[in-house]
């Protein structure tokens, strides 16, 4: 079964600090790996995926297929990334419908 | 509104109650979906249509009813909820079900079951 673990609900760092969201999957096939964000009284809205391996906002996840996992990392946050971060999985062989994560939240202290 | 537009933006209803919510987009997608987002849970992916055929019911039960009339507009009728039921109902959409990719996702409704 398809599943994605956040382990933390709330992760509190301090402005300039390093950021690193956890994320694992259990998934048999091939995943697609994704993170949203939901920013204050704003929509659910993409971030970033594995396939694309980009640097969005300072963001990059690397998808270790060893560990399964697709941690969300920043060497140096910002206020404004203050928000709640869901993982999600896709499989092409499911349909591609996308599971989510339980969401951490992520707070940047000045 | 572009995008992904949800309606109404809250409702309170009481569980003899038949409400119904509506869900429309103009993006051009072919695929659209119902997720449940309840405190301290993850979002649960409740129904897809594709092409506005239902491909996915992930157990729902049947006092949850979609309707997709066409691939520009979903509802999801409501029926003899219970407390429990209340929850922030979002709804998505994209080019079609083959992957995760390119989801937009509406405001939601906030449904208060009382």
């Known amino acids: 079964a398809q599943r994605v673990t956040q382990p933390e609900k709330l992760l509190s760092v301090f402005k300039g600090a390093p950021v690193e969201l956890k994320c694992n999957y259990s998934?048999?096939?091939?995943?697609?790996l994704f993170w949203y964000v939901q920013y204050s009284r704003q929509r659910l809205q993409l971030l970033l995926r594995?396939?694309s391996r980009e640097s969005i906002k300072g963001f990059t996840a690397d998808l270790n297929k060893g560990e399964t996992s697709f941690h969300l990392k920043k060497p140096f946050a910002q206020e404004e990334d203050s928000a709640m971060y869901y993982c999600?999985?896709?499989?092409?062989?499911?349909?591609?419908?996308?599971?989510f994560g339980q969401g951490t939240e992520l707070s940047v202290k000045p | 509104e572009t995008g992904v537009t949800q309606t109404p933006r809250h409702l309170v209803m009481g569980m003899t109650n038949k409400k119904s919510l509506k869900c429309e987009q103009h993006?051009?997608?072919?695929?659209m979906y119902w997720y449940k987002q309840s405190a301290k849970k993850p979002l649960e992916l409740m129904f897809v249509?594709?092409?506005?055929?239902?491909?996915e019911n992930n157990s729902v039960p049947s006092r949850f009813s979609p309707e997709c009339p066409n691939s520009s507009h979903l509802f999801l009728h409501l029926h003899t909820l219970q407390p429990e039921d209340s929850a922030l109902y979002l709804c998505?959409?994209?080019?079609?079900?083959?992957?995760?990719?390119?989801?937009?996702f509406g405001s939601g409704t906030r449904l208060t079951v009382v």
């Open positions: 998505a959409s994209s080019q079609d079900a083959s992957s995760g990719y390119g989801y937009t």
């Open positions: 998934y048999s096939g091939s995943p697609e």
């Open positions: 594995h396939i």
């Open positions: 999600a999985l896709s499989g092409r062989d499911q349909g591609g419908k996308l599971i």
């Open positions: 993006l051009g997608h072919n695929a």
């Open positions: 249509y594709n092409f506005k055929e239902q491909t």
